[in-house]
């Protein structure tokens, strides 16, 4: 007998007679099927589905446990069922192409040394049952390969990928099953049994791998792999997996570096799982002990990859202090321990007033000298005159409110010396993303975890073959560099008196040609902007002293309007001169701008814009705005309103008929001398402006998009205007401040919030975000991108059009020098704060989620969640409008589709309804929506909900 093909199955028929189908329909039919049905409870749905199949086929074989055994158990069980020379599992919810068993077994005929054959899987959505990818199922190989199987293993491994696939990928002999099965130094594998399986066959011999896919791996909702208990075995496996037994058993080694870039996977999965499980108490215990014994392992494996010292020179550590009596004796306790013999340190005091210089004399070093002032000079003369003061040739200047780790030395001066870099800086906890440790290592995540020694020496593990990275900024908390680089360049500009230094600093370098690096292989704690907090208002206004003098020099270097912008500068988007003369200092275009002739074009209004407001029943507010508008200084423009009041049209026309020309959807706009009313059918925002644009892009140069419950500045279209004209963009916007609280802001160019933020120092930038309350954008472009999108009613058109704006090339330029000014929610209420905003603010993200990239990720049904429990003791209708948007979402509606009459004062005695309005949802949804309709507190339903739509987008 030479195929045995085995199928564990439970409590899914349907999926099981699909894999039953599929072997039959096989060009190489298998010796014998056999069938173990796990599902002790119930002896008779499997049996009745298989019973026409076992009277017509005798070589399938249906087998029904005594025992419950089990996902691994079943499997087991099945092994040693079968009668063949070849082994071929199949889950029962998986299928196999009908080439299968005829390309894997030729394989295996082919050369006894092979002992699995697999090939590339597809992967299906159970519920969309659309094709997906997952990076396990990623083709390793660009053509069909015969490859040493302790090569895979090892990628496997490192990459924490279980590439060779499920049970259902792969064929492999029966004898060379000469192992426990599932089973390895007293560890049992559950959740990874199929990985564990083919490492074991993989390591005597080789894998044959090829790309046609020849099976289906379905993912989805009841997918046992989803389970708590597999998310949590599955975490533990894996960890076990790095371990020295298993590495042992597999006869294969593993590198440090990798190992810890295994580490650092587990730790951001570990984290994961325990969100996704944060209200499970036993769950949390689990996870706890796994953590524990990660943090193990990570300490055990951190002092097997020491750092090797092969610095010999010696360095200077300046340290500028004023008033640190709070953080200076942790930093030089730090300090003199971590340093070598023959360092020196040199405190610079600025005149501190508390017990700072005290603490330094207390340490009684010799290595510590002290340098006290009669003033405060800042911080850049401080340094300077540290530099002056020192003997060595490497400098370290270092913050007072810092702890170093150890061979921090070492490590900072290496690049300097070795490597060919001008300065280098470590990685902190307190710092820019780009030298922040979060965005270097999972370990951050067990930040509270371990020592700042073993957070650095962790780093040194996992950056130990590429320990730097150029950059274009150094932060100045922690900056090593040379004397014979200041003998060039000079040192800190003390014309900058308190911020700004590291900047200016790493442009001369730049400008000089020198490198600068990150050292990701150090880890420095800081406390971050101690002077700032001690000082309060004084440290600010020294901060944007210094913030406009750099300025300055640097358009003394470009010239207006040719300074690079920051982020090419620096990779920075937060430098922000506040003197205005500083407004149009950065390059924005390749083009060369006449600044003084656009200032002359507007000065004449040369250009001609229409500005669009969308009323819905509130009059009051757009008078309100129109009035702003009529006050402009830029007065090339015409007001068309577009109402959707619907039933109020009659009422309009009568009452404002002599204030406004007042036209139907249909009929043409007879002239532009006084402000126009569209009267339209309500269908959304986007539909309202795409009315007014149809009829008036080809006729102006500009449209400004307005929301009408908003008042404007009398500059504020000029400088609009002034904005895309200056930075050659045809797309700008500005900043939008909250009308009742006016020194706070709801838009800034990287948010908005209904939620007023503080205002704080911007300048003119690329927007991350656009504001659909204001957009002034050159009519033409409407041709290349489109008009608003109409599916999404209200809400998410913004985001919309700002995407394909991006796709097209064009950039969103945000100016902070006018405002205008938004009440917010005054024709549907405040953010979420109600059915209607609720129910189009979650449907919409969705919509725009499947649109702009593809699938909806789980930062969305985290969100569903926060919302379901922030409602759930006081807003039924909330949550009933929660457990709709997640029908809507995966039936598909758009528009204008909520219905807030049923859904709201939803009673029990509308079930037909709602079951007639979803009749074509999946059942399975369907049922768990009206479940939760009728019981909406019920947490266990609203969880399978959200399971059910999860993983119905591959999640």
Known sequence: MKISVLIPTYNRPHYLIEALESILNQTLQPDEIIIADDNVDDRETNFKALLPYLEKYPHIKYVQNIHRLGGAGNYKNLFYLARGEYIKYLAEDDILYPENLEKLSKILDSDENITVATSVRDVINEVTKEKIEIPAATQIFPEDTIIDGKIVIKKSIIDSQNYIGEFSTYMFRKKDVDFELFKCCDFEFKANADWFLWMSLAKKGKVAYLTQPLSMFRFGHTNEQLSEEQMINGLNELLFFVSNQFLNYLDIDIDIKDKFNVYDKLIGNLHFTSLSLAQKNEANQKLMNIKNKLLSKIKEDINKCQYEDKIEQNVSIIIVTYNNEDTIYQCLDSVSRNMRKDDEVIIVDNNSRDNTLNIVKSFNDKRIKILSLNENIGYSAGINRGIEYAKYDFYIFLNPDTIVTKNFVQKLLDPLINHGYAASSPLSSYVIPNQHLRYYSKISILFEDLSYDEISDYLGCLYKDEPYKESKLLVGFCLATKKEIVDKIGGLDEDLFLGNDDLEFSWRLQLNGYKQAIVKNCFIYHKGHESFRKSGSIAEKLVEESTNILAQKLVDYYGYGNVPTPEKLWGISWFCPTDKKYAFMFKYSDKDIDFKKVEEEIKNNKYSVAIILVNYKNWKDTKECVNSLKNLDYKNFAIFIVDNSEEDKEI????????????????????????????????????????????????????????????????????????????????????????????????????????????????????????????????????????????????????????????????????????????????????????????YAMRNRALFMKKHYGDIDDSYFIELVKDYFNNYVENIGNLRTIFTVVIDIFTGKTGKSFNPDLIINYKRKDEDKLREIYKDAPKELLELYVKCMNKPRDKEQFTELIKFARKGYGQ
């Open 652 to 839: 309009i026309k009568n009452y404002y008929k002599d204030e406004y020309q007042i036209i139907e959807e249909n009929e043409e706009i007879k002239d532009f001398s006084k402000p126009v009313v569209i009267l339209t059918e309500n269908k959304g925002f986007s539909h309202a402006n795409n009315v007014a644009i149809k009829k008036i892009k080809d006729k102006f140069d500009y449209i400004w998009v307005l929301n009408n419950d908003t008042v404007v500045n009398p500059d504020t279209l000029s400088h609009l205007l002034e904005t895309s004209l200056k930075t050659d963009n045809p797309v700008v916007t500005c900043k939008i401040k909250d009308f009742h609280q006016k020194d706070k802001v709801q838009y800034n160019g990287v948010m908005a919030s209904y939620i007023p933020i503080d205002d704080t120092p911007d300048r003119i930038k690329e927007a991350k975000f656009l504001s659909g309350a204001n957009l002034l954008m050159k009519s033409k472009i409407y041709d290349e991108i489109g008009l608003w999108e109409e599916c999404y009613f209200l809400y998410y058109e913004d985001n919309d059009i700002h995407q394909r704006l991006l796709k097209k090339g064009y950039k969103l330029i945000y100016t902070p020098y006018t405002e205008i000014y938004h009440k917010g929610g005054s024709t549907i209420g405040k953010w979420k704060q109600n059915e209607l905003s609720l129910y």
